[in-house]
């Protein structure tokens, strides 16, 4: 069992850039892969960008490919992601989530049902 903590959200301008964080529990992080979602108001949850727990795979969702990276830190049982170019349209909370997995270069998503572990989520608020 895994247990996950966001940080890093906040208000920033548009335009501007915030890198998020996850903080994985345990010491299984690199058997774990894993993604993060968004949700907005009255929107249903969405995938954002998915990594394998090798680092060696990755998905983006069209909507921030060129202006988000996901990356970990396994060392450190730590995910991140930095989103740059933010728009009002990424305003939402911010959810981490993860997946015991066997494969190096597995993912999983869009479908928020294929992750088994959630963190609170964090808010995101982008200013016009």
């Known amino acids: 069992q895994v247990q996950l903590v966001e940080s890093g959200g906040g208000l920033v301008q548009a335009g501007g850039s915030l890198r998020l964080s996850c903080a994985a529990s345990?010491?299984?992080?690199?058997?774990?892969?894993m993604g993060w979602f968004r949700q907005a108001p009255g929107k249903d949850r969405e995938s954002v960008a998915a990594l394998s727990r090798s680092d060696g795979n990755r998905y983006y969702a069209d909507s921030v490919k060129g202006r988000f990276t996901i990356s970990r830190y396994n060392a450190k049982n730590t995910m991140y992601l930095q989103m740059n170019s933010l728009n009002p349209e990424d305003t939402a909370v911010y959810y981490c989530?993860?997946?015991?997995?066997?494969?190096?270069?597995?993912?999983?998503?869009?479908?928020?049902?294929?992750?088994?572990?959630w963190g609170q989520g964090t808010q995101v608020t982008v200013s016009s």
């Open positions: 345990g010491r299984t992080f690199t058997t774990y892969s």
């Open positions: 989530a993860a997946r015991a997995s066997a494969y190096d270069y597995r993912i999983y998503g869009p479908n928020p049902h294929e992750y088994d572990y």
